[in-house]
């Protein structure tokens, strides 16, 4: 089954060749060869988290290039996570995976979708948020954490204060994502570490979730070049916009 889900991320790798610089494509191929050879090595059995792993891998590095595909690759891979957290009674992530970052994941591809940069839909337009949104964007933050605090204890949720804070960062990842802001990937690095400590505890348990942990250790290097990437972009986008509006 990896084979193939392999085969079919090298072909769309390769459709993009000449779309993604030489630094990004090492990228890629170094976070899925550490993915692989962790899965070798500590599981061998859960396939479903392998191509969870390679699929929300391959997401993040067209997330980087503003290109909507990336969140219909994250759509898929909140699905499988979901179904992967329910296994270790993680309550927590699967519905929050489930119930909000799917949902967002769709909100945010259609809004990606309506905002292309200058007319290039494999661009989306970088977004800037205000002060009043970002006090409005804390408090909501907050009220969802609180909620999904009281949710996960009735669920008698495994590690449930990790838990809650991945809530909190993952509800701040997906909303600034839909706002189309490069901090969405800071948020995304945070929740990263949330979730690589979340596996690391359920690790001491089953050392097959080891390869979850490297997963996110993979996706917070790829995140973490997702902001400097929207950061670029953001600065570029706005000195044609310069240019333009002189002329």
């Known amino acids: 089954m990896y084979i193939r889900m392999l085969i079919f991320l090298e072909v769309i790798m390769k459709e993009f060749k000449d779309y993604f610089s030489k630094s990004e494509i090492v990228l890629w191929s170094s976070s899925v060869m550490v ?3 962790s899965f070798c090595v500590f599981d061998r059995i859960n396939y479903m988290t392998l191509c969870a792993s390679l ?3 391959t997401s993040l590095i067209f997330n980087a290039k503003g290109n909507p595909f990336g969140q ?5 891979f909140s ?18 995976y489930l119930g909000m970052t799917m949902p967002m994941a769709i909100f945010a591809l259609i809004s990606w979708l309506k ?11 970088v977004n800037s948020i205000g002060k009043r949104e970002n006090v409005c964007m804390w408090i909501v933050t907050f009220v969802v954490t609180f909620l999904f605090y009281l949710i996960l204890k009735c669920f008698n949720t495994a590690n449930i204060i990790p838990s809650t804070i991945s809530v909190t960062t993952s509800f701040l990842a997906v909303y600034l994502t839909f706002r189309r802001s490069p901090y969405f990937a800071l948020a995304y690095a945070a929740n990263d570490i949330v979730l690589i400590i979340l596996w690391i505890l359920a690790s001491l348990y089953d050392i097959r979730y080891v390869s979850v942990v490297v997963c996110f250790i993979a996706f917070f290097a790829n995140d973490i070049y997702g902001f400097v990437s929207w950061r670029k972009m953001k600065t570029r986008q706005q000195e044609i916009t310069n240019v333009v509006s002189i002329m």
């Open 35 to 37: 993915i692989i050879i």
């Open 72 to 76: 219909l690759l994250m759509v898929v």
């Open 55 to 57: 699929i929300g891998v």
């Open 115 to 125: 905002n292309p940069y200058n007319g290039n839909k494999a661009e989306v337009k």
């Open 79 to 96: 699905l499988l996570y979901g179904i992967i957290s329910y296994t270790f009674s993680y309550y927590g992530e699967m519905i929050t």
